[in-house]
């Protein structure tokens, strides 16, 4: 992996055409991956972004099946791991705005431990607080102060991208592409993922968004309605992002129609558009060296989220290997910190807090500080070959 993140200061293309790869094969072929995979073109993305993928497959094969939730990620990932948690004796409050982070500052005047957080008008202290947000997550959530250390300010020079989300409804099955009749027929019960089409994850080269699929099929649990065909799902990319949302349904629909012509007899009876200003950090050459570690300057606060410095990419994927490399520090540093919790019978005195609490940040269930009961189960190290920090981890402090 250090040598595929040595590459980050390169795109893909200046990487893929120096070997002698051709400029057909990145239009029609790399451009609608780099798109899938960070929104931006193989002009624009880091060819570590694209390489880390590539290194993955080559080294787990089994990484390159493509799988799809049977329904909603609320039900089908959220829901369990909620669960799991809860079984284990952890309390997740939602809709539970964080004012500020309560902090004791050093002699130095940099801040030193982490108190607690400011919950609506309430002081709740913590002995450790771990910050899982996304990016534009954790630049609201970090006070101002926290900019004094390098490992938090290189945080602000990462930006996101804007994506549109758009959902199509039609009356029959879009990806059918032999029977006529099969296209047409939304008889009978179908929620078994047996409906005509193309049970798959789709890209092509062909249309602004790269990736797409029909959640009747590929998440039918939730998607697929009886009576009703395709629920076509894709992703606009900047691109697209500034239309208004009728435009987008409109650009998104005729595009659809010229990858499956003869969709063009069904009728679109819904649609839904979902902005989101900022999704993924932009992954342009030169940002690796600005993604914090998951341990911090500051002993007893932690950080979690795909932004975070890991070996694969800002996505769910990446998110899960933050929160195993998370634990890792958590548990690296539990002695320390349960030493100086036993030392919190009250604010020693001379301590300063701070008390400039900002107005309430839109964090709902952003930043959490849980409570967990280890019953021996939680291994840090599994399913991942990537859990501990890589050797070119950026330094601590």
Request: net charge negative; charged share 25%; hydrophobic share 40%.
């Amino acid at each position: 992996m250090d040598m595929v993140r040595d590459l980050d200061d390169m795109t893909f293309t200046e990487w893929f055409t120096g070997l002698g790869g051709s400029r057909g094969s990145i239009d029609r072929m790399w451009d609608p991956i780099a798109y899938a995979l960070g929104f931006i073109d193989c002009d624009k993305i880091s060819a570590r972004c694209m390489l880390t993928i590539f290194m993955l497959f080559a080294i787990r094969t089994e990484a390159s099946v493509l799988r799809m939730l049977d329904g909603s990620p609320q039900t089908f990932l959220h829901d369990p791991i909620v669960k799991y948690l809860e079984d284990r004796g952890a309390t997740i409050h939602l809709r539970t705005a964080i004012r500020d982070i309560a902090y004791e500052t050093g002699a130095d005047g940099l801040p030193s431990k982490i108190t607690g957080l400011q919950v609506r008008n309430e002081l709740r202290e913590f002995d450790a607080v771990v910050c899982a947000c996304d990016l534009p997550g954790v630049k609201k959530v970090l006070p101002k102060p926290f900019r004094q250390f390098p490992a938090f300010d290189n945080i602000y020079e990462l930006d996101a991208v804007p994506i549109a989300t758009v959902q199509l409804r039609f009356d029959g099955w879009v990806t059918e592409l032999r029977d006529g009749h099969k296209m047409h027929d939304v008889s009978g019960d179908l929620s078994d993922g047996r409906a005509p089409g193309i049970d798959n994850l789709l890209y092509s080269a062909d249309a602004e968004f790269s990736c797409f699929a029909d959640l009747a099929l590929t998440s039918p649990g939730e998607y697929y309605k009886e009576g009703e065909g395709s629920l076509m799902q894709a992703v606009m990319d900047s691109r697209a992002y500034n239309r208004p949302d009728d435009v987008i349904v409109q650009d998104t629909l005729d595009q659809m129609h010229r990858l499956f012509p003869s969709s063009r007899e069904l009728k679109c009876t819904w649609s839904n558009v979902v902005k989101l200003g900022q999704s993924l950090y932009r992954e342009k050459p030169g940002q690796d060296k600005f993604r914090p570690s998951q341990a911090t300057p500051i002993p007893n606060f932690f950080l979690a989220g795909s932004y975070t410095y890991q070996d694969y990419i800002d996505s769910m994927e990446g998110a899960t290997k933050s929160g195993l490399m998370c634990a890792d520090e958590i548990i690296n540093a539990a002695d320390a910190i349960k030493r100086e919790a036993a030392t919190n019978v009250g604010l020693p005195e001379g301590k300063v807090i701070n008390k400039n609490f900002r107005e309430p940040l839109d964090m709902t269930a952003a930043t959490a500080a849980v409570a967990f009961v280890d019953d021996g189960s939680f291994d840090a190290n599994e399913n991942t070959d990537m859990a501990m920090r890589p050797e070119s981890a950026p330094t601590i402090g």
